[in-house]
């Protein structure tokens, strides 16, 4: 415990003090409570956190809930949580915290079913409630525990906060609740956990989709910060060529995972730098033809890195392709039109435009009409117009925030630059080939 720091171990002891004044009034009932039914329950969710995943504790706890008092239902999780499986130090620590976390979470629960107490599958809706609850206050006091102890930052320890919880509450709510109508049915106990199988199963699967996103973000930040290892400015380059890209495929109508695969292009669009010299990116002066050519190869390069990654597929497309010119001039295969991918289409956009409203080692920022003016010039011939469209659609509803303040080594500004004839906006990103 003393390992942790002040604000981790304040946390600790403030949830288990508010656990235990939760519970407190069970006790002091006496045989008010069905202490067989929180016995059993009790039993049943110790055997489920000894599973790996601990897939069927949480449905247990939300039976619990429907089925005693909200004091009651606080002490079926502890005997479990204390014995249950723990994989890392502190032991004593950890079991004590899913203790008090459980614990408030059946509590908080089984409250708000008890706002309204209907027969049957009549109280579908408080059981659905009890349960978005229950997982809700899961996951802040997880989210918390990793900003306390770990020290991840916020926005990190709590994505996807609301739409995470959604999936239990669907599944486990209306299970729980037959669970519990089944207990106090004719057939009791032993029919309502023949329910628990199945509650655990969908428990597994969600838990599955849960690592599976967990290895996917752990895969993109791996990638960024071996990135931002390469080359800061590249990193938040890269970041705000995904918001952007996110920005454009919003006005064209993309949604849900396709908008999330947008914003992974945009985030990993320029991946393929760690394989091009760092003197390279950081150079002042003109590029030589040849540095040059080096530097187009990063489109490779990132396509190769990605390649076995199979969620960016389709971003996959864009990091090879976001050099691709509507005229056939781009790189690195010549495209034309509609043979480039609308990923790629998209982030060339995106990636101009914060080329053009950056503070670069060779170039000062440009004011954001500045920059739309330009990217309209070049569409038709560089760009999408439909793409070029949609950013200065969606500018003109949300905005662009201000560029942040390059290090004093970024803005040495060069004299002597071998920029390109014709569209400007094309030598934004780069000197013939994106820096």
């Known amino acids: 415990m003393w390992a942790l720091p002040a604000t981790a171990r304040a946390l600790v002891m ?6 235990a004044l939760c519970a407190a009034p069970a006790l002091r009932a006496g045989s008010g409570v069905s202490w067989a039914t929180v016995a059993l329950l009790a039993a049943v969710c110790a055997a489920a956190e000894r599973l790996p995943r601990r897939s069927l504790a949480l449905p247990v706890l939300l039976t619990a809930a429907f089925l005693l008092p909200p004091a009651a239902a606080a ?12 994989e890392r130090p502190p032991v004593a620590t950890r079991r004590l915290w ?5 614990s408030l979470a059946a509590w908080a629960a089984s409250c708000v079913f008890a706002v309204f107490p209907l ?20 996951a802040v006091l997880d989210g918390a525990i990793q900003v306390t102890a770990e020290h991840r930052p916020p926005h990190e320890a709590w994505r996807g906060l609301p739409t995470g919880s959604l ?7 209306p299970a729980a609740l037959l669970a519990a109508i089944l207990w106090r049915g004719a057939y009791g106990p032993a029919a309502a956990l023949l329910v628990l199988l199945p509650m655990a ?26 990135v931002d290892l390469k080359d800061r400015y590249t990193r938040a380059h890269c970041e705000r060529v995904g918001r952007a890209s996110v920005l454009i495929a919003r006005e064209l109508g993309m949604t849900g995972e396709r908008l999330e695969a947008m914003r992974l292009a945009g985030v990993l669009h320029d991946i393929g730098k760690i394989g091009v010299p760092t003197r390279l990116l950081r150079k002042d002066g003109p590029l030589t033809p040849e540095e040059r050519r080096v530097i187009e190869l990063h489109p490779e390069y990132g396509h190769e890195i ?10 996959r497309a864009a990091i090879l392709h976001h050099h691709e010119r509507l005229d056939g001039k781009g790189y690195p295969h010549g495209l034309t039109g509609h043979q480039i991918p609308e990923f790629a289409r998209v982030v060339a956009v995106a990636d101009a ?8 080692s060779y170039s000062r920022a440009r004011p954001v009409p500045v920059a739309l003016a330009e990217l309209h010039r070049c569409a038709g011939s560089h760009f999408d117009p439909r793409m070029v469209a949609a950013l200065t659609r969606a500018l003109d509803h949300r905005g662009w925030g201000p560029v942040a303040p390059a290090d004093a080594s970024d803005l040495v500004l060069s004299t002597s630059r071998n920029v390109p004839s014709g569209c400007s906006a094309e030598a934004a990103v780069g000197r013939g080939g994106e820096r």
Do not use: K, W, Y
């Not at 403030?14 to 656990?19: D, I, N, R, T």
């Not at 027969?119 to 899961?138: D, F, W």
């Not at 699967?205 to 993109?220: F, M, Y």
């Not at 435009?353 to 670069?360: E, G, L």
């Open 14 to 19: 403030g949830a288990v003090l508010a656990a």
């Open 75 to 86: 002490l079926v999780a502890v005997p479990g949580a204390l014995v249950g499986r723990v």
């Open 98 to 102: 899913h203790a008090a976390q459980q």
């Open 119 to 138: 027969p049957g599958l009549h109280a579908l809706p408080s059981a659905l409630a009890a349960a978005l609850v229950c997982a809700l206050l899961v």
């Open 167 to 173: 999936a239990p509450a669907l599944v486990h709510g």
């Open 201 to 226: 199963l969908s428990g597994r699967l969600l838990d599955s989709g849960r690592r599976e996103r967990a290895a996917q973000q752990a895969a993109v930040r791996a990638l960024v910060q071996a």
């Open 306 to 315: 990605v390649r076995g990654i199979a969620f960016l597929d389709e971003a």
């Open 353 to 360: 435009f914060d080329a053009m409203t950056s503070n670069r």
